[in-house]
């Protein structure tokens, strides 16, 4: 048998985090939080706002654009990755989880290079198209019925050699359950089988999180 992905008990997700984890304060104390709340499943793990992190920094990531940001720790992270003079648009539907998120912004300092928009992320990536506006990096987690036109909105918003990566792209191991016939999880399904075959760009689907799709478009 090849070589396959370790399994991680809770024991050796532990130890990972001991020994590779480097959180600032101010992303901690916005996870605790978040992790409070109503649809704190939606957060991201620390693990993965790292890696993330070291994407925007092996990329030179000077803009950033993201779909769906909740209470903003994905944000959070990639401003802190990169350099002061980058620039991000975060594109949510929610006042209510994005007041989390200016806050945390506020308290690290970085409101000011974030333009957070309040509107359908199809109808925010159109005018962004419109501008004429090119990204270096995004991430897209939002709903999952749109994950395709996300990201063919995001081919042509993300320059050539940058990289767009997706969340939940194994959606809690639903994505190989045959009794799971949501639209939500037909949706993943149909957009992993496209995206293999995509020859646009260059691809490594990682099992961080819940599953992350990475994307250098060609």
Known sequence: MSPRTIGMSEDLYDYLLKVSL???QVLERLRKE????SGAAMQISPEQ??????????????????VG???GY?????????????????????????????????????????????????????ALEAEKRQFDLMFIDADKEAYADYFEAGL??????GLIMVDNVLWGGS???????????KAIRAFNLALQ????????????????TLARVR
């Open 175 to 185: 994505v190989i359950d045959s009794g799971k016939q949501d639209g939500d999880t």
């Open 197 to 212: 075959a995509d020859e646009r760009v260059s691809l490594s689907l990682v099992p961080i999180g819940d599953g992350l």
């Open 34 to 37: 978040t992790a409070e709340m």
């Open 156 to 161: 042509k918003l993300v320059r050539s050699g």
């Open 74 to 126: 994905s944000s959070l992270a990639v401003a802190l990755a990169m350099p002061a003079e980058g620039e991000l648009v975060c594109c949510d539907v929610s006042e209510d989880y994005t007041a989390m998120a200016r806050r945390y912004w506020e308290e690290a300092g970085v409101t000011e290079r974030i333009d957070l928009r309040i509107a359908p992320a199809l109808d925010t990536l159109a």
């Open 22 to 24: 480097r959180e600032p």
């Open 49 to 66: 706002g790292q890696f993330m992190q070291l994407l925007a920094e092996l990329t030179g990531a000077r803009s950033y654009l993201e």
């Open 69 to 71: 940001t909740f209470t």
